[in-house]
């Protein structure tokens, strides 16, 4: 089958992975982790989806609406920004706390802020102190996000690491569904309570996190940059061998961690500088933040954060009407969300990116036009196609940016800067919904169904960026593509042989670092037995290295 994700792969462990033939199932160690990674790690971007339905579907409820005064224009738009203005500033720290203290820890510190500030927004009395608690939200969850996507991607078995970081993002949509469902529920509460209570339950995925993170274990990619080796190793024999010491995968899996972390470690500082240190450094710097871009800005948060003023666009004002659809399309984006991560082994990254990002272009045209004629004319179709679009956004959307985004990530940073540049994708991407958030009302309202023009625009660059600069990191080890300075396409260029001028194409993705790739090749022939001239000669690549 032509995309199919590890086509082609010469990487020994991922290789070994995939021809093992017993499933995840089977193995009780392996099952028992699986498990407790749903509360304590895969559900934390539950509190982001709960959030986004929040501010939606508050927005429908009279209670709220007089509570703060009608809020239109940039007050309303404040109320739902300060959130991801809060993960801006909270930014800078998380590596630091995620690489001293380690993955659970980082979890856990922002799962308790988190918790403070829902506790806040819950008994806000104005204004000020519902846009501060939201902040305080804001400022927490990025540390369990950013430590969390690192958590699932270090820990989980290299055949099923992919689906479970795409599942992870799946998880945003449990969330929702659960706000929406809740505030459609309370809405006939005649008081304050109708926003209070959603606006509590939004601590359920914190206090999840907080009382069963400390019930998996630590990464062990972290445990042996702090020297703990053995702790690592044990890590790995239960979960990864089913408690088998002598396992030969992990055996490859310690020494090609540990040889990768000790080659990252002599060539980094670890410190923001080693993001713009190298070539290949500085394309991921620019995929990771473009990608933060590109998942706010590609027309979602105008359906999660502000679907009542899309449907009173086309006629649909009853609130009721809109609470149903709001429902329906969160429990639809759930289905999307979680089939995409289960096919993301069946392709190629750039094949899933690609047509997901053309998808979301068509149905932002249609959807454009749709509106255009009902506003023109006020065709009773063009509304009813407009909602089926809505519809469609999601499947289109969650093939990619749903999917993809922190498998994406995982692969394409090393250890020694994965911390950091997830953290650059979350900045980015905070900064993004924060202007979407704020700006999405204020435009709505001055050019009406014209604002979704300037999202078409928008996707098309966007689809044009990830042609020529997304890289292909399917059917590699973490370890492996840690070397790679990614080469997007085979772009075309002349050469000179002789007096002759050659079209020639570079290669994708190509070694930043040859020799360091040899030197971690020949430290797993050598460790799993080796003898062969060809592992004869990566040892010997290996010594001249290290003379040189």
């Known amino acids: 089958m032509v995309g199919v994700a590890d086509v082609g792969s010469d990487n020994l462990i991922h290789r070994m992975a995939m021809d093992d033939p017993i499933p995840w199932y089977k193995k009780p160690n392996l099952r028992a982790m699986y498990l407790l990674l749903f509360p304590c790690v895969i559900g934390i971007e539950m509190t982001s989806g709960f959030d986004s339905q929040i501010i939606n579907a508050a927005q429908l409820l009279p209670a709220w609406k007089d509570y703060f005064g009608h809020p239109t224009g940039s007050y309303s738009g404040i109320l739902a920004a300060a959130l991801p203005l809060g993960s801006v500033v909270g930014l800078p720290f998380i590596p630091i706390v995620n690489d001293t203290f380690g993955r659970r820890w980082c979890i856990m510190?922002?799962?308790?802020?988190?918790?403070?500030?829902?506790?806040v927004q819950g008994f806000s009395y104005n204004g000020v102190m519902y846009i501060l608690a939201r902040a305080i939200i804001g400022f927490g969850l990025p540390y369990a996000i950013v430590a969390g996507s690192c958590?699932?991607?270090?820990?989980?078995?290299?055949?099923?690491?992919?689906?479970?970081?795409?599942?992870?993002?799946?998880?945003?949509?449990?969330?929702?569904?659960?706000?929406?469902?809740?505030?459609?529920?309370?809405?006939?509460?005649?008081?304050?309570?109708?926003?209070?209570?959603?606006?509590?339950?939004?601590?359920?995925?914190?206090?999840?996190?907080?009382?069963?993170?400390?019930?998996?274990?630590?990464?062990?990619?972290?445990?042996?940059?702090?020297?703990?080796?053995?702790?690592?190793?044990?890590?790995?024999?239960?979960?990864?061998?089913?408690?088998?010491?002598?396992?030969?995968?992990?055996?490859?899996?310690?020494?090609?961690?540990?040889?990768?972390?000790?080659?990252?470690?002599?060539?980094?500082?670890?410190?923001?500088?080693?993001?713009i240190r190298t070539a290949g450094m500085r394309r991921r710097l620019l995929i990771g933040s473009l990608l933060g871009l590109a998942t706010q800005l590609s027309g979602n948060v105008v359906i999660?954060?502000?679907?009542?003023?899309?449907?009173?666009?086309?006629?649909?004002?009853?609130?009721?009407?809109?609470?149903?659809?709001?429902?329906?399309?969160?429990?639809?984006?759930?289905?999307?969300g979680v089939s995409a991560a289960l096919v993301v082994m069946r392709f190629r990254r750039r094949t899933m990116y690609l047509t997901g990002i053309l998808s979301i272009f068509a149905v932002y045209v249609a959807w454009t036009i749709c509106s255009a004629v009902f506003v023109s004319n006020h065709s009773e179709v063009a509304a009813k196609l407009s909602l089926f679009w809505i519809y469609a956004y999601s499947p289109a959307y969650n093939l990619c940016f749903n999917a993809l985004t922190y498998t994406y990530l995982i692969e394409i940073f090393p250890f020694a800067q994965r911390a950091r540049g997830i953290a650059i994708f979350q900045f980015w991407g905070k900064a993004a919904q924060f202007f979407g958030t704020y700006v999405n009302p204020i435009g709505t309202g001055a050019i009406g169904w014209k604002w979704l023009l300037v999202y078409c625009c928008w996707i098309l660059v966007e689809a044009v960026l990830i042609y020529f600069l997304w890289p292909e990191t399917s059917g590699r080890s973490l370890e492996e593509l840690a070397f790679c300075e990614f080469c997007p396409v085979q772009l075309p260029f002349l050469s000179q042989y002789g007096k002759n001028w050659r079209l020639t194409f570079l290669p994708n993705p190509v070694f930043e670092k040859d020799e360091y790739a040899r030197r971690t090749e020949a430290a797993l022939a050598k460790t799993l037995g080796g003898g062969s001239d060809g592992e004869e000669k990566n040892v010997q690549a290996v010594e001249t290295v290290e003379k040189v």
């Open 109 to 119: 510190f922002g799962s308790c802020i988190m918790v403070i500030g829902t506790i």
């Open 304 to 336: 999660s954060y502000y679907l009542g003023d899309v449907l009173k666009l086309i006629g649909y004002t009853d609130p009721s009407f809109q609470a149903q659809y709001n429902l329906g399309n969160q429990c639809w984006s759930l289905v999307c």
């Open 151 to 275: 958590l699932i991607g270090e820990l989980a078995y290299p055949k099923e690491r992919p689906i479970l970081t795409s599942l992870f993002n799946a998880c945003y949509f449990l969330g929702a569904i659960v706000a929406a469902g809740t505030t459609f529920g309370t809405q006939r509460i005649p008081n304050d309570w109708s926003w209070r209570i959603p606006s509590l339950l939004q601590m359920a995925p914190s206090l999840l996190q907080i009382f069963f993170v400390f019930f998996l274990p630590e990464s062990p990619r972290y445990l042996i940059s702090k020297d703990r080796y053995e702790d690592a190793k044990q890590v790995l024999i239960k979960y990864h061998a089913e408690g088998n010491p002598e396992s030969e995968f992990v055996k490859a899996e310690i020494v090609e961690i540990k040889t990768t972390l000790e080659i990252e470690m002599e060539n980094s500082k670890r410190s923001w500088g080693d993001m």
